[in-house]
Nanobody, 123 residues
Framework: EVQLVESGGGLVQPGGSLRLSCAAS????????MGWVRQAPGKGREWVST????????RYADSVKGRFTISRDNAKNTLYLQMNSLKPEDTAVYVC????????????????WGQGTQVTVSS
């Protein structure tokens, strides 16, 4: 059974930082591409970032490029999202996602996802 459990969300002021974690289980984590998507009130799902199974290839949405960093620790079965210089527009539920292959192929082609963790950026 595939399980993805996010943590690390919370309330932060503009310009601050947060690091999200996603603990994965039920599959061979190191064999699959992973990513993050987010959903804010009044908006649909927005893809944020992805990386391949080995962690050597990454891609970011233009809205977060230069501020967010995706990474993974395959030995710990954990995916991370380091978020710096946070803006109110980043407020959303952040969801960890698994892709069915070693590379994402398409950013929206994930086959499993977690429950999400709330990130609120406000002064």
């Amino acid at each position: 059974e595939v399980q993805l459990v996010e943590s690390g969300g919370g309330l932060v002021q503009p310009g601050g930082s947060l690091r999200l974690s996603c603990a994965a289980s039920g599959f061979t984590f190191s064999n699959y591409a992973m990513g993050w998507v987010r959903q804010a009130p009044g908006k649909g799902r927005e893809w944020v970032s992805t990386l391949n199974s080995g962690g050597g290839s990454t891609r970011y949405a233009d809205s977060v490029k230069g501020r967010f960093t995706i990474s993974r620790d395959n030995a710990k079965n954990t995916l991370y999202l380091q978020m710096n210089s946070l803006k109110p527009e980043d407020t959303a539920v952040y969801v960890c996602a698994k892709y069915p292959w070693t590379h994402w192929g398409r950013t929206d082609n994930y086959d499993y996802w977690g429950q999400g963790t709330q990130v609120t950026v406000s002064s």
